[in-house]
């Protein structure tokens, strides 16, 4: 069974799913199938596929996968700016070369499984029709034949989706107990623009799970407003740069509806102090070529509501 943990971030990431369907998907935890098997090879020889569609992935596309990382723990990395791709790069070297123009109707997103003890194991993507991702681990059946070695499984596919939506994942057990919680214990934002030059200032509640590898960072956003006015979300899942001295960078990432349309992405930047128990961020439209539209500003503080997860060494 699930821990409390893993089921509240079930239902924060399971955002197009409600009522028992989502409880039925997080209560499945690892998906094992027999169909579903990944490339063998290292990292850097596995060979990509940019234009390859798996009909068990709807049309997502897979652009590397294999049996050996340098990623040695569960992991989740989302790129939708090159920037960021190119930090993804350096930890699955044969991935394609993507250009700006790509990432204005894709988003990637890798996922590493860990150290498993046998081959046998993969990860598994699927996109079904309400558009939620779901990252899952599939297993080799029981008293299959494997091979016996130790094995760090990983994919990365590309996503269809625009720079103004955010995207949403449903992640399995072994994503979600990597996962460190921050509540939001005070913030404020600010949404300007429009042809009237309207202005709104609200508050910002919420959570914020954070996976932490090496100098890498993915944040698991679900911020709420607060002090009247219409509902507004920023629900969103993004991966940043955090330098040895704690400061974080988020090149691009959705503004949800924490910014009217038309709209451009939000970037961000901040610091981890106390050990990574605090965690400050600001966020600012990134200037676009959006004539009278929106832009936002603001920050939030949070601190961490439990220990950092274990890790392999």
């Not at 209560?27 to 390859?52: C, E, F, H, I, Y």
């Not at 002090?227 to 503004?255: H, N, Q, Y």
């Not at 050990?275 to 600012?284: A, D, P, R, V």
Request: with cysteine; net charge positive; charged share 20%.
């Amino acid at each position: 069974m699930l821990s409390m943990k893993a089921l509240l971030l079930a239902v924060l990431l399971s955002f197009s799913l409600s009522g028992p369907a989502a409880c039925d998907a997080q209560k499945r935890g690892n998906v094992g199938s027999s169909n579903q098997t990944g490339k063998t090879g290292a990292a850097g020889n596995s060979q990509p596929d940019g234009s390859r569609t798996d009909n068990a992935k709807g049309d997502l596309k897979t652009l590397a996968e294999g049996q050996h990382s340098s990623v040695t723990n569960a992991f989740i990395f989302t790129a939708r700016d090159v920037e960021t791709y190119n930090a993804l790069r350096k930890l699955v070297t044969n991935l394609p070369e993507q250009s700006a123009e790509f990432f204005k109707s894709n988003q990637v997103v890798a996922a590493f499984l860990g150290e498993r003890r046998t081959g046998g194991y993969s990860v598994r993507f699927t996109l079904p029709a309400n558009r939620t991702l779901r990252v899952s681990e599939s297993a080799p059946p029981k008293d299959s034949m494997t091979t016996q070695a130790i094995t760090y499984p990983f994919a990365v596919v590309s996503v269809p989706v625009s720079q103004e939506q955010a995207l949403t994942l449903e992640l399995g057990s072994v994503w979600n107990d990597m996962t460190r919680a921050y509540q939001v214990t005070g913030g404020e934002f600010t949404m300007s623009g429009g042809i009237m030059g309207r202005s709104e200032k609200f508050g910002v509640t919420g959570s914020i799970y954070v996976m932490r590898e090496g100098g890498l960072a993915t944040f698991l956003f679900s911020l709420g407003n607060s002090g009247g006015g219409k509902p507004r979300l920023l629900r969103e899942v993004v991966t940043g740069v955090v330098g040895a001295d704690g400061r974080v960078s988020i090149a691009s990432m959705s503004a949800g509806s924490f910014v009217d349309p038309p709209a451009d992405a939000l970037k961000a930047t901040g610091q981890f102090t106390e050990n990574e128990g605090k965690l400050s961020l600001t966020f600012e439209s990134i200037p676009g070529q959006i004539a009278d539209g929106f832009n936002g500003r603001g920050t939030l503080n949070a601190s961490a509501t439990g220990p950092a997860p274990a890790k392999n060494r």
